[in-house]
T-cell receptor, first 118, second 111 residues
Framework: GAVVSQHPSRVICKSGTSVKIECRSLDFQATTMFWYRQFPKKSLMLMATSNEGSKATYEQGVEKDKFLINHASLTLSTLTVTSAHPEDSSFYIC??????????????FGPGTRLTVL | GESVGLHLPTLSVQEGDNSIINCAYSNSASDYFIWYKQESGKGPQFIIDIRSNMDKRQGQRVTVLLNKTVKHLSLQIAATQPGDSAVYFCAENIGGGKSTFGDGTTLTVKP
């Protein structure tokens, strides 16, 4: 149980285009999902907290107009990187908190999406 | 005096030996801590967790120790195997389910 998927697993796009990444909780409902960014050989940096049915909360320094987050259902959150540039190239990882779990602090992570902007 | 383990970015051990990975956390109010394993190109995988009302917790081949006095966390892996080679992160829960991740330690197991 507690499986989180991401799609696509990797994407290459041209500079200036927008890319949408999906995060799905497959066997549980998630009222809260998180989006992280990870550079090579670095730790995970929290970008934003996505709550179902409400606006995302962004961490300091993360441009909300650049990284659009939508959490339209209890099993799906999307991250759209708008007008992508080469510096947006990174590994994007989502995680989800289970609504039904006794321990609601445990995050279940997706496999990540490798974004390369040419 | 009590020694506090240093965080090392890399750790190399021989197969079969025990591994100890250290982590220092920053927020004395954090009440929940997690260790994750991340293999190359994949998302983090939950290993073991511990709440602040405990100082030790054991799982299968893994033990987490928590020292709140010096804000230090360690992960002990018994009889380390090649499949344990990965990057290990500690994370502290900062409220609302949010976690802050440490810098990570790359564990390499030599056969």
């Amino acid at each position: 149980g507690a499986v989180v998927s991401q799609h696509p697993s990797r994407v290459i796009c041209k500079s200036g285009t927008s890319v949408k990444i999906e995060c799905r909780s497959l066997d549980f409902q998630a009222t809260t999902m998180f989006w992280y960014r990870q550079f090579p050989k670095k730790s995970l940096m929290l970008m934003a907290t996505s709550n179902e049915g409400s606006k995302a909360t962004y961490e300091q320094g993360v441009e909300k107009d650049k990284f659009l987050i939508n959490h339209a259902s209890l099993t799906l959150s999307t991250l759209t990187v708008t007008s992508a540039h080469p510096e947006d190239s990174s590994f994007y990882i989502c995680s989800a908190l289970s609504r039904a779990a006794v321990n609601t602090d445990t995050q279940y992570f997706g496999p990540g999406t490798r974004l390369t902007v040419l | 005096g009590e020694s506090v383990g240093l965080h090392l970015p890399t750790l190399s051990v021989q197969e079969g030996d025990n591994s100890i990975i250290n982590c220092a956390y920053s927020n004395s109010a954090s009440d929940y801590f997690i260790w994750y394993k991340q293999e190359s190109g994949k998302g983090p995988q939950f290993i073991i967790d511990i709440r602040s009302n405990m100082d030790k917790r054991q799982g299968q081949r893994v033990t987490v120790l928590l020292n709140k006095t010096v804000k230090h966390l360690s992960l002990q892996i018994a009889a380390t195997q090649p499949g344990d080679s990965a990057v290990y992160f500690c994370a502290e829960n900062i409220g609302g389910g949010k976690s802050t991740f440490g810098d990570g330690t790359t564990l390499t197991v030599k056969p």
